[in-house]
């Protein structure tokens, strides 16, 4: 809304805006798969139609989209709210400042890798052969070492870059609130509880974060195959369940959530109004 009126995004509405939407495609795309299993028993298995690939592929790149932008997201916070004397530290917050839309480019172009990972040329040319032609993904994982290991490395890295960030996060604001109970005044905190609550959160976003990455290896293994539905919702836990934390932890996003529901309680509340002067 603020972009629509010609207001300047600062540097993390922008990242919030790019994972929106590629969490928004991702349930559509999520939503169009179950779709097609319940109505029309379309298998979801790759290359068994033109469509159903095209929804697939579309599906996990907005998947691979989300967890690189939210690596990112984690690296640009601990820029943002840790400050460490250190040469390395001080030039990593001066770049991913300057270098802010080149990063996030950087991260779409991963997902797209990451995405294309699932194909070989095999299955690129297997759109126009024979159903019993097909060539099963997870069979190829299987065969391709390389293919093993550059998915293992897509899956794995962010997760790393993800935990190194938030390890360095935490530690710095735990250091924050071990002087200030201390009594180090020169140390400053606007209120050693949001310190607290940040911990916290970081932990809970670590764990969702993991099993998120637990769930790419079990669709990669299995979803594929058969018709799998319960991977389906397991894959958007974890959007959905970090959507939902930004929006409460996030003024704007919680502003924003309040003005939507307020006229639906309003309503409610009418209601209940009503009914109790006219019983």
């Known amino acids: 809304m603020d972009w629509s009126k010609g207001n300047q ?11 929106g939407i590629s969490r928004l495609i ?41 967890i690189w932008l939210t690596t990112f997201l984690s690296v640009f916070y601990f820029f943002k709210i840790a400050n460490f004397n250190h040469f390395l530290f001080e030039f990593g917050r001066k770049k991913i400042s300057q270098r802010l839309e080149t990063l996030m480019v950087g991260c779409i172009i991963l997902a797209l890798l990451n995405t294309l990972l699932f194909l070989s040329p095999s299955d690129m040319n297997s759109t126009s052969m024979n159903s019993t032609q097909h060539v099963n993904i997870t069979s190829n994982c299987e065969k391709t070492a390389t293919f093993v290991f550059l998915f293992v490395l897509a899956n794995c890295l962010p997760l790393i870059i ?35 609550n940040t911990i916290k959160s970081m932990i809970f976003l670590f764990f969702i ?50 003005k939507l529901l307020h006229p639906i309680t309003k309503c409610f509340s009418g209601e209940t109004d009503l009914e109790i002067k006219n019983p």
């Open 9 to 19: 995004l600062n540097d993390s509405d922008k990242i919030l805006t790019a994972i």
């Open 209 to 258: 974060f993991a099993d998120h990455v637990v769930v790419n290896f079990t669709v990669a293994m299995y979803c594929f195959k058969v018709n799998i539905m319960w991977i389906q919702f397991l894959k958007n836990l974890f959007p959905t369940l970090h959507s939902l934390f930004l929006i409460l932890k996030t003024s704007k996003l919680s502003q924003q959530l309040h």
């Open 162 to 196: 993800y935990v190194f960030s938030s390890v360095l996060l935490v530690h710095y604001l735990y250091l924050h609130i071990s002087q200030k109970r201390n009594g180090d005044q020169t140390f400053s905190s606007p209120n050693l509880d949001k310190f607290q």
């Open 26 to 66: 991702l349930q559509i795309g999520t939503s169009l798969a179950i779709y097609n299993v319940f109505f029309f028993h379309v298998n979801l298995q790759l290359n068994t139609h033109s469509t159903i690939t095209l929804i697939g592929l579309v599906d996990m790149f907005c998947n691979y989209a989300s």
